[in-house]
């Protein structure tokens, strides 16, 4: 069933401060248009400089996610991402006068009551989603951080944490149905720090805004109640605070047995929103923070622009390859004799190309180049290499089909082997450099995994 993309009916606010910063703060939600996507604008700041809620823009993600386009950031984003995540929605605009969302009371709730007021609505476009075809990992052994990402028709996530504390101990959780379980069984769980981290907390300049009604306190030391009235000094607290029997202070009751576990989760959740679009798929996480959420989505967002790219120029990937001879045909303006690659077998969009070209004895340079011993010219191989290259260029731009590669310099070849009739020359180009539609690659060329021949290339994109 195709579903459509979701807004909201009307712009609604909420106030509060901000956890890590302290600031008082407005954040106000709007409908924004189909295609729009999320993003956060900064009102109190000149010309309201807008911030995309995207992968490519967080800069920082220390004790939460933070994202920023220019001089302009916005600190602590998870929780509004994980509220308009689990809500469904596509185009918000999320409008701020300060630099951080208000915490609320930790979780994401009052961001999902805030948005539920203001009704959602159905767009007249269908929603785009990541879809995940083959499994995707990411671990950090060494902090038994494990993240998995397998097929699934929607999004699920199951989660898995060990703290070895006894207030805590190993807690589980999945999220099967954003629908069903999300508003009641998620959004509400609160974020939460340990003891030891209080002090540390308050040196870096952060949790400004951090108290016992917006944060559980899980303690993890024997003398912590020798050093809650240091804390307490430090944090400006007035009231009565003790170590509770549960070991959360002053006893604050969870609000599910796991509720760490699924603030974890809703947590995830709202770092996934920062691959741009809906995920389909089953993500399973071990121990897992911002710190590893941000490294898979880049894995997941990598993915997803390959798709872009193999789907503008045919329907789908084929086998192992991304782009066939039909689909360079579309982005290349060579053609016979001198289109040099047949296959592209994967692309990192502005980082790195893959490209497959077969050598056979009915390229018409052979009948001069030798007669009798043919041989591919070394300048055919550069030139092939380059044609790799300018794929790779051709997609950092919206319009390939209105511009051309031109190479400005090349520097640095080296022919190792020579290249016979009946080889398949691989070549590897990774991206050095890249500004202002001018950039330079290194490239290498492979027969049968033996480097044949390797350059550094210089290149620039100009309109036909």
């Known amino acids: 069933m195709i579903k459509l993309q979701r807004t909201i009916k009307e712009p609604v606010s909420y106030s509060g401060v901000g956890l890590h910063t302290g600031h008082q703060t407005t954040i106000t939600f709007k409908p924004a248009p189909i295609n729009h996507g999320i993003t956060f604008v900064r009102m109190d700041l000149h010309d309201s400089p807008e911030i995309p809620a ?16 220019g001089n302009a950031k916005v600190y602590t984003v998870e929780h ?38 203001a009704k959602i609505a159905e767009q007249d476009a269908p929603k785009n989603y990541m879809e995940i075809d083959t499994p995707l990992f990411y671990s950090e052994k060494d902090k038994g ?13 199951t989660f898995m944490v060990d703290y070895r504390n ?26 939460f720090c340990f003891f030891h981290e209080l002090e540390e907390l308050k040196k870096q300049g952060l949790a400004k805004g951090g108290s016992l009604h917006n944060a559980l306190v899980i303690c993890d030391e024997d003398n912590c109640e020798s050093k809650i009235e240091h804390l307490k000094e430090l944090y400006g607290v007035k009231e009565h605070v003790f170590v509770g029997k549960s070991g959360i202070l002053n006893d604050i009751p969870l609000r599910f047995p796991n509720e760490p576990c699924r603030h974890k989760a809703i947590d995830l959740l709202g770092d996934l929103s920062l691959i741009g ?28 622009e390959k798709k ?13 390859y991304l782009l066939d001879i039909t689909a360079i045909l579309k982005i290349m303006p060579h053609r016979y004799p001198f289109l040099l690659v047949d296959r592209v077998v994967d692309i990192e969009p502005k980082k790195r190309v893959v490209a497959i070209k077969n050598v056979t004895m009915n390229e018409p340079f052979f009948s001069g180049h030798f007669p009798g011993h043919p041989i591919m010219p070394g300048v055919l191989i550069v030139e092939a290499m380059a044609q790799a290259g300018g794929i790779l260029l051709l997609n950092t731009v919206d319009d390939p089909e209105n511009k051309l590669v ?7 070849v080296r022919f190792r082997k020579p290249v016979l009739p009946g080889d398949q020359i691989r070549f590897e180009l990774e991206m050095t450099q890249f500004r202002r539609g001018t950039c330079k690659m290194q490239g290498k060329a492979f027969v049968d995994n033996e480097l044949v021949t390797e350059a550094l290339l210089m290149a620039t994109i100009v309109d036909k």
């Open 166 to 191: 006894p207030a805590l101990g190993t807690q589980y959780t999945s999220l099967v149905s954003l629908e069903k379980e999300f508003v009641e069984e998620f959004a509400p769980a609160r974020t």
């Open 145 to 157: 951080i494990d993240l998995v990402v397998v097929p699934s028709d929607d999004l699920r996530i």
């Open 308 to 320: 872009l790219i193999t789907t503008k120029y045919q329907k789908k990937a084929k086998g192992d």
């Open 277 to 304: 679009v809906p995920l389909r798929a089953h993500v399973l996480a071990a121990r897992s923070g911002h710190s590893a959420n941000v490294a898979l989505v880049k894995k997941i967002r990598e993915e997803y």
């Open 54 to 69: 995207d992968i490519d823009h967080v800069v920082d993600i220390t004790r939460g996610t933070t994202l920023a386009n």
């Open 406 to 412: 031109y190479f400005m310099g090349i520097d640095g």
């Open 80 to 117: 509004v991402l994980a509220a308009l995540t689990g809500l469904e929605l596509d185009n918000v605009r999320v409008e701020l006068d300060s630099n951080e969302p208000p915490v609320g009371d930790g979780s994401a709730l009052p961001f999902v009551q805030t948005i539920l007021k």
